[in-house]
């Protein structure tokens, strides 16, 4: 049982490159989060999915996008990569909100963008 | 807004001697109250869910309380193993939006 992983485990990209990064976890969670962590500022929600075939917008959604097509899966994409996207980017999963379940994580993608 | 604030940012202790770490919470219909522990370079790891103001739960030398408008976080006779990032999270609402505060920098000295 693995629980949450994350690949890769750190990327260099150029302004303006695409990359996708993978979460997937054998949890059989039907909730999956992308954050972001940086320096003073905590780890904040960039997307979310409720279930299979869902995504929706958290905090800091701008420059990304999220697919969930399988359960096990959540992938961020960016298709523009600019500095300010130079961060720690985390996936979780649970099995619920609505029950205050708690969230598991994943060890995190280092992201540097030059 | 829901907002979740951690203090000290940074607490230096020697082994054995005991503490307790603040998560102030403002957040509209607390579903839930989390503590994580995240060491340099790798995710935040769970450790506590509290529900309700004066549940507590224990791990080892952990002790987590929770109020309607604090947790705290006792470390009873830390060892240097102990040192890491502990974060706070909060869970309110209708959404599902963990609101993290900035976590407390605990360094426990042989």
């Known amino acids: 049982n693995a629980g949450v992983t994350q690949t890769p485990k750190f990327r260099v990209l150029k302004t303006g490159q695409s990359m996708t990064l993978l979460c997937a976890q054998d949890?059989?969670?039907?909730?999956m989060y992308w954050y972001r962590q940086d320096p003073g500022m905590g780890l904040r929600l960039i997307h979310y999915?409720?279930?299979?075939?869902?995504?929706a917008k958290g905090e800091v959604p701008d420059g990304y996008n999220v697919s969930r097509l399988k359960k096990q899966n959540f992938l961020l994409g960016l298709e523009s990569a600019a500095p300010s996207q130079t961060s720690v980017y985390f996936c979780?999963?649970?099995?619920?909100?609505?029950?205050?379940?708690?969230?598991?994580f994943g060890p995190g993608t280092r992201l540097l963008v030059l | 807004e829901d907002q979740v604030t951690q203090s000290p940012e940074a607490l230096r202790l020697q082994e054995g001697e005991s503490s307790s770490l603040n998560c102030s919470y403002t957040v509209s219909g607390l579903r839930g109250l989390f503590w994580y522990r995240q060491d340099p370079g790798k995710g935040p790891e769970f450790l506590f869910t509290?529900?309700?103001a004066g549940e507590e739960k224990e791990k080892e030398r952990l002790k987590a309380t929770l109020t309607k408008k604090e947790s705290f976080l006792h470390i009873t006779a830390p060892k240097p193993e102990d040192s890491a990032t502990y974060l706070c999270a909060a869970l309110g609402g209708s959404n599902y939006k963990l609101t993290f505060g900035k976590g407390t920098l605990l360094t426990v000295n042989p």
């Open positions: 949890m059989n969670h039907e909730y």
């Open positions: 979780a999963s649970s099995r619920a909100a609505s029950g205050g379940e708690t969230q598991y």
């Open positions: 999915s409720v279930g299979e075939g869902t995504t």
């Open positions: 509290l529900y309700s």
